[in-house]
């Protein structure tokens, strides 16, 4: 059973730049599926990005494509959520999530384990 560990979370300015990590500690993330979400105090829960089994496909939600890069280390132990250009509507807590059926996808995914999260603020 995976227990993934979000990290690189922090309060930056409006332009700045922050690198989420996922990871499970000891484990690979190779034979899974990862997605970031988050959620915002109030809001319901979104999907951000996502990077399949193979790496061969990638998923963006259109409120971050062309600032956020998602990517998995060669090891695969490590998957990345670059963003970069953030604003304040970034801000929420984000969550990494691991899904190990087959699928070579990032849609119908459903995700057997979650992280605990970590916490973006983008404020000035």
């Known amino acids: 059973q995976l227990q993934l560990v979000e990290s690189g979370g922090g309060k930056v300015q409006p332009g700045g730049s922050l690198r989420l990590s996922c990871q499970a500690p000891g484990f690979t993330l190779g034979h899974s599926a990862i997605g970031w979400f988050r959620q915002a105090p109030g809001k319901e829960r979104e999907a951000v990005s996502c990077i399949s089994k193979s790496d061969h496909v990638t998923y963006y939600a259109d409120s971050v494509k062309g600032r956020f890069t998602i990517s998995r280390d060669s090891a695969k132990m490590t998957v990345y959520l670059q963003m970069n250009n953030l604003k304040p509507e970034d801000t929420a807590k984000y969550y990494c999530?691991?899904?190990?059926?087959?699928?070579?996808?990032?849609?119908?995914?459903?995700?057997?384990?979650w992280g605990q999260g970590t916490q973006v603020t983008v404020s000035s």
């Open positions: 999530a691991a899904d190990e059926s087959d699928s070579d996808s990032c849609s119908g995914l459903i995700m057997d384990y």
